[in-house]
């Protein structure tokens, strides 16, 4: 079975940096989409970024382009999110997610509908 564990949230002041992990057990690089996402309480979870071998590209919201940043070790099976210029309205919780392969962009735009498999999620805080 497929396992998505999050870490490295915390609390930084703005304009500060976090890296969020994504430990992907059972996971392979075969046919595949991989995803950030994050969720305000009471409003609807946002696509940040994802990776999928459908286009080899990483596909980002416009509310994070140019702050943050996805990669993943495919030594080490972890996805991360390298988060820079962090503003105060970032603060929510993140989730990564898997699915089987599929075109970035609508994963990120309806906010990982189709993701398969889901971490619990990591809360980061960026103090005004």
């Known amino acids: 079975d497929v396992q998505l564990v999050e870490s490295g949230g915390g609390l930084v002041q703005a304009g500060g940096s976090l890296r969020l992990s994504c430990a992907l057990s059972?996971?392979?690089?075969?046919?595949?989409?991989v995803g950030w996402f994050r969720q305000d309480p009471g409003k609807a979870r946002e696509g940040i970024s994802c990776t999928s071998d459908s286009d080899n590209s990483i596909y980002y919201a416009d509310s994070v382009k140019g702050r943050f940043t996805m990669f993943i070790d495919s030594v080490k099976n972890t996805a991360y999110l390298q988060m820079n210029g962090l503003k105060p309205e970032d603060t929510v919780v993140y989730y990564c997610?898997?699915?089987?392969?599929?075109?970035?962009?609508?994963?990120?735009?309806?906010?990982?509908?189709?993701?398969?498999?889901w971490g619990k999620g990591t809360l980061d805080t960026a103090s005004s």
């Open positions: 059972g996971f392979t690089f075969n046919n595949y989409a």
């Open positions: 997610a898997e699915g089987k392969m599929r075109w970035t962009m609508v994963v990120v735009t309806t906010g990982g509908n189709g993701m398969d498999y």
